[in-house]
């Protein structure tokens, strides 16, 4: 169901679920990086910036980070 709110860039929507998401489970963390950046758009050009802010937060947390590889001169 979320993917298809996200695909309808439904952001009022979305806001709506992860606000009922985030007060049944205060540690609700999307596992898809994609469907996090989807789900953010959606957020961001409806004017959700904090959830759209916190949501990719929250996914950035869970990913590895990159490192830069070092130059080889």
Known sequence: MTFAVAARNDGKALADLLVQLQQADPQFRLQDAELSVTMAG???RSGH????????LGASA??????????QL
Do not use: D, F, N, V
């Open 49 to 56: 910036y904090r959830l759209a802010l916190k949501l990719l």
């Open 62 to 71: 869970g990913t590895p980070a990159i490192t830069r590889p070092q130059s």
């Open 42 to 44: 959606a957020l961001y």
